[in-house]
């Protein structure tokens, strides 16, 4: 579990660099621009490690599945060698994206102002700006959310439907009240990320309001990720016990 929790916390890192650093750039200094270039792989990035994440959720998913519903024979299923190739084919999908991004944005020529009204270089802002056609794009965006979106919120509805039918028969009303509440905090963040995506890119026409598209990216961007060490590692009491001994050894440090 923490093997994939600290790759889920690696790539929230990536996640939100590649869009908070510029944005924090923009909102403290005057300077409001960006190459296109760097608009480019700012854009692959963002999805690319968005593709990982969708990945990575589908394996933490079936990881939780198998610990609570087949728990003598997760240490026979769950190797360390099985995780490893997980992750390896998770980190693996996110750049095979990058590569098909970049080639897609590489095609687009742009004219006149280019003025993006957004925060960072999400697809929609950036295809309104172009004068070469788009609509090769905005087909991508369907495939995007028919063969990666939704396939992995299946997968990952699928093994908490299971995980939810084997709480429902723990005997201790303890266990089953624990049980509930860290799957539905896991579900609140899928909610969250599943949702917002959906809404950003189920709609490739392009009609979705910059205004709405913000809004909507700004929930993927900063909230989910900053809810997610909450949910994955601060609820967990091995955890808070080893944050607790590390602040107290750099409390002792700074103050002798």
């Keep these: 579990?923490?093997?994939?929790?600290?790759?889920?916390?690696?790539?929230?890192?990536?996640?939100?660099?590649?869009?908070?650093?510029?944005m924090l750039v923009i909102l403290s200094s005057d300077r409001r621009t960006i190459s296109v270039g760097g608009c480019f792989a700012?854009?692959?990035?963002?999805?690319?490690?968005?593709?990982?994440?969708?990945?990575?959720?589908?394996?933490?998913s079936f990881d939780r599945y198998v610990a609570i519903c087949q728990p003598l024979r997760?240490?026979?299923?769950?190797?360390?060698?099985?995780?490893?190739?997980?992750v390896a084919a998770v980190w693996v999908m996110g750049f095979a994206f990058l590569s098909y991004h970049l080639v897609l944005l590489s095609k687009l020529t742009f004219c006149g102002l280019n003025k993006i009204e957004h925060f960072f270089c999400d697809n929609t802002p950036l295809f309104q700006l172009s004068c070469s056609d788009t609509s090769l794009l905005w087909k991508t965006e369907s495939v995007f959310i028919l063969f990666i979106v939704l396939p992995s919120l299946c997968l990952t509805l699928a093994s908490y439907t299971s995980i939810f039918?084997?709480?429902?028969?723990?005997?201790?009303?303890?266990?089953?009240?624990?049980?509930?509440?860290?799957?539905?905090?896991?579900?609140?963040?899928?909610?969250?990320?599943?949702?917002?995506?959906?809404?950003?890119?189920?709609?490739?026409?392009?009609?979705?309001?910059?205004?709405?598209?913000?809004i909507v990216a700004l929930l993927n961007t900063v909230l989910y990720p900053f809810l997610n060490p909450f949910i994955y590692s601060l609820r967990n009491?091995?955890?808070?016990?080893?944050?607790?001994?590390?602040?107290?050894?750099?409390?002792?440090?700074?103050?002798?």
């Design 1 to 22: 579990m923490y093997f994939f929790i600290g790759n889920l916390a690696l790539l929230e890192i990536w996640f939100t660099s590649s869009t908070s650093t510029k």
């Design 42 to 60: 700012q854009s692959s990035f963002y999805f690319a490690l968005g593709v990982a994440e969708f990945a990575l959720l589908v394996v933490m």
């Design 165 to 214: 039918f084997c709480i429902l028969q723990m005997p201790a009303a303890s266990g089953r009240k624990k049980a509930f509440a860290t799957c539905f905090s896991h579900l609140t963040t899928l909610a969250i990320v599943y949702g917002s995506c959906i809404a950003l890119y189920s709609c490739p026409s392009g009609h979705v309001s910059l205004e709405t598209n913000r």
């Design 237 to 256: 009491k091995a955890v808070m016990l080893a944050l607790k001994e590390a602040m107290a050894r750099a409390t002792a440090q700074l103050f002798p």
């Design 74 to 86: 997760y240490a026979a299923i769950m190797k360390h060698r099985l995780c490893i190739h997980l």
